[in-house]
């Protein structure tokens, strides 16, 4: 058997190494140190905001943003349906109740207009409940219409934090994506744009949200000879040793998005030509993705075959391929929260699929991949 293509698999650089020993020699073996400094700066100025704070994990940033907005129980935080639990669970841990907005067609992102109407509905429904926040998530890079989400949000003084974990150097307006939020999150799980094996930072021009995140995300350690607290802390910083990983990723992320736009474009240049397959492309200027996923739509009435069946075929081949995601309104452990629904996420979950889409593809792999699905669209067994 082949070796496996996966969908998105780590890809060092060779420079990782470097600043890893660097954190050995030093023994800055810890959740703080030059590492962790360095990181943070480079995150902060890529994405264009003033502050970073490095984190254990993207779930983990999202709940310090949640916490320090005051999120709590009885309180609304309303969130894109079309998104990974991840989006959504950090508010269930605060005890507040997530509302899920559908999606819009040609970003696949939360819709704007639907995101209004749930405000004015939430509000005529009147009741105790506040609504503390916006989570709005860039899915596989693609930017969300942010101009018109930040309208919304400003008319109605709700802070936006932009879900950003797979979006890392995508670009609305020109503008990074993570910058136009009061805090944003970013992800480095191992299957990411970028990855430090597990980890996540949260982002803000805000610097007193930033050194909060960092007094909490280190147990709310007062200031005091002795241990003392007078608030709830946590155990979320990132290591030393996995911020030099990050850092060597950091010196070649603009190479990395170049070659996951160059997957999609490879993509789109020999499959486009079947009325039945979609792409997730940019819907137009001022959309720039940096293409962690290249997803398509298969019509099966168009095409004559099922994207089950084009799954199939590939991984005949032991080549990874997966439906998108679930909404989270369809998901069971979320049925019993509110929805303002439109069918998109659930027509683009019923035809969607991930394409292989790793920055260390072979050109000879994406060439084998392609001819696979030319095979089976030929066959329409
Ligand atoms: C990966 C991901 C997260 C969570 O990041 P972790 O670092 O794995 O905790 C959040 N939201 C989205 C959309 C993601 O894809």
């Not at 990983?245 to 999609?264: A, F, L, N």
Request: proline share 4%; aromatic share 10%; glycine share 8%.
């Amino acid at each position: 058997m082949k070796p496996r293509v996966y969908l998105s698999s780590p890809h060092m650089s060779g420079h990782e190494l470097k600043y890893v020993h660097e954190a050995f020699d030093q023994n800055w073996i810890a959740p703080l140190g030059p590492n962790v400094d360095r990181f943070e700066e480079t995150l902060g100025s890529y994405c264009g905001v003033k502050h970073a704070a490095a984190l254990s994990s993207g779930t983990a940033a999202l709940h310090l943003a949640l916490v320090m907005l005051g999120v709590k129980t009885g309180d609304e935080v309303l969130v894109s349906s079309f998104t990974f639990s991840a989006s959504v669970n950090p508010i269930v841990y605060q005890g507040a109740t997530p509302v899920f907005i559908d999606s819009e067609l040609d970003t696949w992102n939360m819709d704007p207009d639907l995101l209004e109407a749930a405000i004015l509905d939430r509000r005529a429904k009147g009741g105790t409940n506040k609504i503390k926040a916006i989570v709005v998530v860039h899915l596989y890079g693609m930017p969300a219409k942010m101009d018109k989400i930040m309208e919304v949000a400003n008319r109605y003084d709700i802070p936006v934090i932009e879900d950003a974990a797979e979006a890392l150097g995508s670009k609305y307006n020109g503008k990074a994506l993570g910058s136009f939020g009061k805090m944003a999150i970013l992800s480095f799980n191992g299957n990411k744009i970028i990855t430090t094996s597990g980890g996540g930072a949260l982002i803000s021009d805000d610097e007193s949200l930033i050194k909060k995140a960092r007094f909490l995300a280190t147990q709310a350690r007062d200031q005091a000879p002795h241990y003392q607290h007078s608030e709830i802390g946590y155990n979320y910083r990132m290591s030393n040793v996995l911020a030099g990983i990050g850092r060597g990723q950091m010196e070649v992320i603009d190479d990395r998005i170049s070659k996951r736009r160059e997957i999609y474009s490879y993509y789109k240049k020999n499959l486009d030509k079947f009325e039945g397959i979609k792409f997730l492309s940019e819907p137009g200027i001022g959309y720039f993705s940096n293409f962690w996923l290249t997803t398509v739509l298969i019509d099966e009435s168009k095409l004559g075959v099922s994207k089950e069946k084009i799954a199939e075929e590939l991984a005949k081949h032991n080549i990874e391929t997966r439906p998108v995601w679930k909404p989270m309104h369809l998901q069971p452990v979320f049925k019993n929260f509110a929805s303002y629904l439109n069918n998109n996420s659930e027509y683009l979950f019923k035809n969607g699929l991930c394409l292989p889409s790793g920055s260390n593809m072979s050109e000879t792999t994406l060439k084998q991949i392609v001819d696979i699905i030319c095979q089976t669209i030929s066959k329409k067994s």
